[in-house]
C-alpha cells in the first residue's frame, strides 16, 4: 500500500503543474481575455520624481482655450468638460492662476492653497466642469507621495492620517477658498472633487 503523503504530494504537484500553464494554455472565457505585457527597463528610465511633469506652456494654452472668454476676454472656442493630466503642486499652482477669476474661484488665492499641501498629496488635477475643479489624489502610502522618487516602498497611511488631510483640505478650499462641493468622486475613494459653482 502506497504512503498517502506521498500520494498528497503528487496530487499537489500535478495541480500546480496545471496553475503554471502559459496563458494560450488556459480556458478563455467567451468575450473576454488578458494580455499582460511587462514594461521594459527602459520605460521609466529617466523618471526620478512623481507626477510627471508636463510642459508648463501647452498646458497653460490649454486652459485658455478650455476656458475661452473668461479667460482670453473674447468669443469663440472653450470646452465646459475637461481635466488636464496628474500634475505637482507646484505646477497645478502655477496653471491654476491662467483663471484669474470666475465666480468665487480666485486663481491667486486658490494657488496659495495648493501650495499648503506641497509633498502630502500624489497629484493634483485641474480643469473644467462648467466651473473650475481640482482633483486631488490622496495616497495610500508614504512612497505614493509627491516628489522624487524612493527606493522601496514607504509606510501606509492610516484612515485617521487620511481623514486629518481631508478635514484640512475642507477647511482650506471649502472654509477660506469658497468651493461649493466638496468630497470623494466616488465611494472609499483617495480622490476628492473640489468644485466652485459660477455664481
Not at 510642459?55 to 475637461?82: M, W, Y
Not at 502610502?141 to 522601496?152: A, F, I, S, V, Y
Amino acid at each position: 500500500m502506497r504512503d498517502p503523503r506521498i500520494l498528497l504530494v503528487a496530487l499537489c504537484l500535478s495541480g500546480s503543474a496545471s496553475l503554471a500553464q502559459s496563458p494560450q494554455q488556459l480556458p478563455k472565457v467567451p468575450g473576454y481575455t488578458i494580455e499582460v505585457t511587462p514594461l521594459p527597463p527602459s520605460a521609466t528610465q529617466g523618471i526620478t520624481h512623481l507626477p510627471l511633469e508636463v510642459d508648463i506652456g501647452l498646458a497653460e494654452q490649454f486652459v485658455k482655450l478650455g476656458f475661452g472668454p473668461n479667460v482670453l476676454g473674447q468669443r469663440g472656442f472653450h470646452s465646459t468638460q475637461f481635466l488636464t493630466p496628474r500634475l505637482s503642486t507646484v505646477q497645478a499652482a502655477q496653471l491654476v492662476r491662467v483663471v484669474t477669476e470666475y465666480g468665487k474661484f480666485k486663481g491667486a488665492l486658490v494657488a496659495e492653497g495648493i501650495k499648503r499641501f506641497a509633498g502630502r498629496v500624489s497629484g493634483i488635477e485641474f480643469g473644467r466642469e462648467g466651473s473650475p475643479v481640482l482633483y486631488f489624489h490622496l495616497p495610500h502610502w508614504t512612497h505614493q507621495r509627491e516628489g522624487p522618487l524612493g527606493k522601496g516602498a514607504g509606510s501606509r497611511i492610516s484612515e485617521e492620517e487620511h481623514a486629518k488631510l481631508v478635514a484640512e483640505l475642507r477647511q482650506v478650499f471649502v472654509g477660506e477658498l469658497g468651493a461649493q462641493e466638496f468630497g470623494p468622486d466616488r465611494p472609499n475613494s483617495r480622490t476628492i472633487r473640489v468644485w466652485w459653482h459660477h455664481s
